[in-house]
């Protein structure tokens, strides 16, 4: 199930909170419930990558994205992913979860998020993101207009950069 209660007061605390910059790091917090949980008592992989949905939410909002998708009738959509885990998150864990945009192409918008427990990072996720509207990709120079956010480009690290050109070669439809 959606952790739709989550949703919620993670968008009413980043409405309440401090805008910030657009490359500014969001940091969510939350704490492991037993309903995030899989049968060997940790963080169940999916609802990882659900709470990191929340965590771009939280920056869309204190970005001033979300404002402007609301305003043209756009939405944001994920194209592509690559997740590292290393640590377990278990039950009543705080967890940090750390968002940030790192970099973006004419059409895409690269977004990377860890989460952190005890301050130890136990998983990443580097994503390819989009906005759409009208069944197309709205290209990136267009959401930065609307957002009026000006001469911001953010060169993405060497290994963001590898993982882009990486995907320029994934065969697609894939196999098997």
Same mark, same amino acid.
């Given at each position: 199930?959606?952790?739709?209660?989550?949703?919620?007061t993670t968008s009413v605390q980043a409405?309440?909170?401090?805008?910030?910059?657009?490359?500014?790091?969001?940091?969510?917090?939350?704490?492991?419930?037993?309903?995030?949980?899989?049968?060997?008592?940790?963080?169940?992989?999916?609802?990882?990558?659900?709470?990191?949905?929340?965590?771009?939410?939280?920056?869309?909002?204190?970005?001033?994205?979300? +404002?402007?998708?609301? *305003?043209?009738?756009?939405?944001?959509? $994920? %194209? /592509?992913?690559?997740? @590292?885990?290393?640590?377990?998150? +278990?039950?009543?864990? *705080?967890?940090?979860?750390?968002?940030? $945009? %790192? /970099?973006?192409?004419? @059409?895409?918008?690269?977004?990377?998020?860890?989460?952190?427990?005890?301050?130890?990072?136990?998983?990443?996720?580097?994503?390819?993101?989009?906005?759409?509207?009208?069944?197309?990709?709205?290209?990136?120079?267009?959401?930065?207009?609307?957002?009026?956010?000006?001469?911001?480009?953010?060169?993405?690290?060497?290994?963001?950069?590898?993982?882009?050109?990486?995907?320029?070669?994934?065969?697609?439809?894939?196999?098997?």
């Amino acid at each position: 199930m959606y952790p739709v209660i989550r949703l919620l007061t993670t968008s009413v605390q980043a409405m309440l909170s401090k805008p910030m910059d657009i490359g500014a790091v969001c940091d969510t917090k939350f704490r492991c419930m037993p309903w995030d949980i899989d049968m060997f008592l940790e963080m169940n992989n999916g609802r990882i990558l659900t709470l990191y949905d929340l965590g771009r939410f939280d920056l869309s909002i204190r970005i001033g994205l979300t +404002k402007v998708l609301r *305003k043209q009738r756009w939405g944001l959509v $994920v %194209a /592509g992913g690559s997740v @590292r885990y290393r640590r377990r998150v +278990k039950m009543f864990d *705080k967890v940090s979860m750390r968002t940030q $945009v %790192a /970099g973006f192409d004419d @059409r895409w918008i690269y977004v990377a998020q860890s989460m952190w427990v005890s301050g130890q990072p136990s998983s990443s996720v580097l994503l390819r993101t989009g906005i759409t509207g009208k069944g197309k990709t709205i290209p990136t120079d267009e959401v930065l207009e609307a957002m009026n956010v000006k001469s911001w480009k953010p060169e993405p690290s060497s290994w963001v950069k590898s993982w882009i050109s990486s995907e320029e070669h994934r065969p697609w439809p894939p196999s098997p």
